[in-house]
């Protein structure tokens, strides 16, 4: 079993819909992560976290709107998403952002948009 | 340019054969780590191995191999005896340091998609 759990596992919406994903590890790490996996691209890196604060921001549409309550939950909420939005998103986490810390992902949410 | 370059996009090969996943890597630091990540249909990424920059000693992990060549910038990972239950997408991935500080960015390649025929 997986110290990251994500929810939903898959989510259709239309375009003006509005969603949130979830994440939440159990490892007791401090840095959480947000990627985006679309179809035969690399993974991209979207949003990190490290004890709960805002880090990096990957030049990422404001539909999304990533939050940390604490370092063992994180969110991606989603509104007027686009079509070319559709893909898996990952959420990993790792105890800090030092180089040497692998990242544990959870199973990633598929979202399409309609 | 590519940090991460995986140039084979996809590989498949027949149940006990040997198969190695190249992965090239390109970066001015001195201190850097790379990774292998396992990710099979279900979509998470499984974390296989990592290695610094410092630590070019192979690794053998049971079927799973890890030759890392700093002069080549090379970190290719072999499996062998390959089993069905092996057929997955495999990233390598690289990470340095943002500007010299103490924060570090993971870069991965597009991955090489494993399939292992019975």
């Known amino acids: 079993e997986t110290g990251v759990t994500q929810t939903p596992r898959h989510l259709v919406m239309g375009m003006t819909n509005k969603k949130s994903l979830k994440c939440e590890q159990h490892?007791?790490?401090?840095?959480m992560y947000w990627y985006k996996q679309s179809a035969k691209k690399p993974l991209e890196l979207m949003f990190v976290y490290n004890f709960k604060e805002q880090t990096e921001n990957n030049s990422v549409p404001s539909r999304f709107s990533p939050e940390c309550p604490n370092s063992s939950h994180l969110f991606l909420h989603l509104h007027t998403l686009q079509p070319e939005d559709s893909a898996l998103y990952l959420c990993?986490?790792?105890?800090?952002?030092?180089?040497?810390?692998?990242?544990?992902f959870g199973d990633g949410t598929r979202l399409s948009i309609l | 340019a590519q940090k991460v370059t995986q140039a084979q996009t996809e590989i498949s090969v027949v149940e006990k054969e040997d198969v190695t996943l190249d992965c090239v890597y390109e970066t001015r630091d001195t201190t850097y780590y790379l990774f292998w990540y396992k990710q099979p249909p279900s979509g998470e990424l499984v974390f296989l191995i990592r290695r610094n920059s410092f630590d070019e000693q192979n690794e053998i992990s049971g079927r799973y191999s890890w030759n890392f060549q700093k002069s080549t910038s090379s970190f290719n990972f072999t499996i062998t005896a390959s089993q069905v239950v092996d057929s997955a997408v495999y990233f390598c991935a690289l990470s340095e340091a943002y500007s010299g500080g103490s924060n570090y960015k993971l870069t991965f390649g597009k991955g090489t998609l494993l399939t292992v025929n019975p």
């Open positions: 990993a986490s790792s105890q800090d952002r030092g180089g040497n810390q692998p990242q544990h």
């Open positions: 490892l007791g790490h401090n840095a």
